[in-house]
């Protein structure tokens, strides 16, 4: 196993509680309208409004578009976005899910929000600079994310979906809040917490979804705790009781989630590439944190990007590819 990179493995009962969590919200919007088939026109509906088209069809590092029906291994991006008042917005948070249903696996690869690497302008890509990763979209939006992703781990990007942080607290607030076990006392944003079990409104969902500097685990402990509130707003949405209020679960959903995943396409997912989920392994890359001009970054070698890459082209049974070189100065 390569020591460059810190693997977590799950094949069992985690299997569900991840792939829940991944497609968080739109599974949501799907498995209402199975289940009740009088509100699928407004689950459609709503879908429907959350599909961003991106400018291109088809990634520049694949030669053809990937077809569900023929079950071609894909990859997803996956993005929080940090978007306050006065604020164009950061991605607090960034996935990359490569899923492969022959081999029944899927990869999960979580990138530091401070890593430093080229930041790639999709409409000219020589206008490029080194900054930190979820810089990215705040200078061009989920388009340069997307390419500037593509360019670290040198893999096609093939869909994406992007949840406004602000919008966990209307969501939560919609299926009447969330119980959790707090961990750590803190307060931000003028939310103060205490440690143990307690019931949480949206704007207290929202600060301990946030809150990082007061954990001792810094961004895995923020991770952990945003993947724990979106499982635990699928298993409220899951449930009769809270359906009763799909209106405004969808209002809030519909106004907090952008995807160039069609409705079809989700439904297709879920038929198709089930059993991607048989095997999941979560790999979070190793790196080193270093100050340039005053400001910290997190440093990823390119040997480590280029054996990652390797590994996730693979997955998506492309060739390998040397990455492009990022000076770490």
């Not at 993947?227 to 405004?248: F, H, M, P, Q």
């Amino acid at each position: 196993m390569n020591n460059t990179r810190i693997r977590k493995r799950s094949k069992k009962k985690l299997k569900k509680w991840v792939w829940f969590t991944l497609f968080s919200f739109f599974i949501l919007l799907a498995g209402s309208g199975f289940y009740f088939f009088n509100v699928y026109q407004n689950v459609a509906s709503a879908v429907d409004n959350m599909n961003k088209p991106i400018s291109r069809e088809v990634s520049e590092k694949r030669e053809e578009k990937v077809e569900f029906t023929k079950k071609d291994p894909i990859s997803i991006l996956m993005v929080g976005i940090d978007e306050r008042d006065g604020d164009h917005g950061r991605t607090d948070s960034m996935l990359v899910l490569t899923l492969n249903p022959e081999t029944k696996s899927t990869k999960i690869v979580s990138i530091p929000r401070d890593t430093r690497t080229e930041l790639i302008d999709p409409e000219d890509s020589k206008n490029s600079s080194k900054d930190k990763i979820n810089h990215a979209y705040a200078f061009g939006g989920i388009e340069m994310s997307i390419a500037t992703v593509e360019n670290f781990l040198n893999i096609p990007i093939d869909y994406y979906v992007e949840i406004n942080m602000e919008g966990f607290k209307d969501v939560v607030d919609a299926v009447n809040g969330i119980e959790v076990n707090n961990q750590y006392e803190f307060e931000l944003d003028g939310v103060t917490l205490e440690v143990g079990p307690q019931h949480l409104n949206g704007t207290e969902t929202l600060a301990y979804a946030r809150m990082r500097k007061q954990d001792p685990r810094g961004d895995i402990g923020r991770g952990e705790r945003q993947r724990e509130v979106i499982s635990k707003i699928i298993a409220k949405g899951k449930s009769l009781s809270t359906l009763t209020n799909y209106d405004d679960i969808l209002n809030a959903l519909e106004d907090n989630i952008k995807t160039n995943l069609t409705l079809s396409e989700i439904i297709d997912m879920q038929s198709s590439y089930k059993p991607a989920a048989d095997t999941i392994e979560k790999i979070e890359i190793e790196g080193t944190n270093k100050m340039i001009r005053d400001v910290w970054y997190y440093m990823v070698e390119d040997t480590t990007r280029q054996s990652l890459s390797d590994e996730l082209r693979q997955h998506l049974n492309l060739p390998p590819e040397t990455v492009a070189e990022v000076a770490v100065n």
